[in-house]
């Protein structure tokens, strides 16, 4: 009967998204003290030193601001922390700040052409802080009502009664701001304000008025006093955008055909010339302000040479931002030449760049890394288990070390375990096999297979 | 006479009439629009509107300063967050003699209200004692002719759960309006008598 209960509290309670642990989630910053010298072990970030420290300079050089269209780049062997950095370096730079992250191959799209689409992402990648009235509505909570139809389908309805010291109304909520109020959980007593255009909730507080509703409150918990006036009010308030986001408002086709253009492909240069125009006149005018930001491109040995030649120019706008870009090839063919080159990037191009090198980890920095980790995933690990895949991931790779991680906990937790132990890494470390592993594997028993006859040429391309 | 006054001579002005409304619309030098619209009957202003450009969007919208609001289509995908429609809302006429406020909604007594005058801000602020309603109305008729609030020019009254307000125009105001009528008479219209843009509907 009680549990009959429960699953049905369960199947009416609003799902709030718990936050999925990425490869990268426990990075929160590049490690740096003031004088940008890297500590060895801060904010997620293990070793690599010197990379570090390079990239710190470069974040200087981003928030100074002054320089532009420099490129970047991170060589290094897979695993040893570049996109980590580039991670991290997003994290130190702030969210105001614009951080556009790529991987190579996105470019390549049958809906844009390569050059639309890094135009797209270098315009992601400069921010405009602009000075904006508003209209907000700033009150205290005195209800909630979210109202979902009988039959679980259909549109839920939603009222917001606000109030300050000297009025009180009822706001109507459209579907995208029920989402938001449940999302922010606000409830009644909570001062909060709204702008009402983008429709983003603030909570401000709560109010003092409610300051005894409850004997035990958070410890983050702000008591505020109950606006006056009006609620509605207007405020000049200063806000980022991308020169992309201007690009989009302004290219969408307007009236019937927006219904069915959610997005928009290509946007025509002659918009982008307009809006230059505009933003370089805001900014005489000292209504704008430019915010240049970082561009990082992931495997960027996947662009092709027009892609390369294309960058070359478009550094030297005054408006390009700091390019990152990282790789971990070696010297090889450039992407749609049959030239080599190191890095797979055309020399050129190489000769613009400053070149930031990350090195393979050493065992004791793998462990550091191992234990962050399995902290982040939530796993216990006695310290054996930890030097064991330690070992593990020095001969073999760090990436196939943290995927034994959770596969490990999830045997251990089998066995009822409170913590991991050797036995289940090396139950785990026989259940997956790593990369040098299966390579092994295959060759012995290549002749079972399918296809194993192979001549030798296609082989070579394959490889 | 006043600095409004030139500046609206100034600007660069067409006119339409259609039916018994004469519209004008000004461009002034800063890139500023307005439109009023004139009932040729009474001679009274109907309505008047601002351009207001936001900086990112090319939407062009409208700020109503005096007359009905515009009717909003398909509101209900664009809102985010709106008042209930049960909720008070309020509308700006002007008479011959009076600036005129509707506030509709509110289902208060007399008693309850009370409208003051802000001497410096050109605002004139409603109030209930049961603090469910409060709004500073501001009065950019005068405001423009940099014309000081009166307490004595305001009344009010509510029927129909509609509160009126109603503030008797300044000497100042009258003759204002009437040297820029005169100015607007002599605008030629584009068209006069026929249907809008001079076509014919069948």
Redesign the interface.
Known sequence: MASAAAAKIAEVRETTRVERIGAHSHIRGLGLDDCLEARPVSQGMVGQLSARRAVGIVLQMVREGRIAGRAVLLAGQPGTGKTAIATALAAALGSDTPFTSMAGSEIYSLEMSKTEALTQAIRKSIGVRIREETEIIEGEVVEVQIERPATGMGTKVGKLILKTTDMETVYDLGGKMIESVLKEKVQSGDVIFIDKATGKITRIGRSFARARDYDATGAQTRFVQCPEGELQKRKEVVHTVTLHEIDVINSRTHGFLALFSGDTGEIKPEIRDQINGKVAEWREEGKAEIVPGVLFIDEVHMLDIECFSFLNRALENEMAPIVIMATNRGITKIRGTTYKSPHGIPLDLLDRTIIVPTSPYEENELKEILSIRCEEEDCQMSDNALTVLTRISKETSLRYGMQLIMTSSLIARKRKAHEVDVEDIKRAYQLFFDEGRSVQFLKEYQQEFMFHELDDDMRMELS | MTDWFTKLKNAKKSCLVDNNLKKIHYEFNDGKELVEEYDLSTNCLTKRAWRCN?????EATWDIEVGDPEPQYNA????????????PFITRRITKINLEWRIRNLPYPIEVYSVNVDQESFFLIV??TN??????ISVPDLERLSIPLEQENVTFSHRFNTLIITYKKPKKLIDFEKALFEEIKQIQPKNYGEGINGCNPS
């Open positions: 936001k900086q990112l969007k090319e209900e995908d664009k809102c985010m967050i709106r008042e209930d429609s049960s909720q109030r209930t603090k469910k309603y409060y709004k500073k």
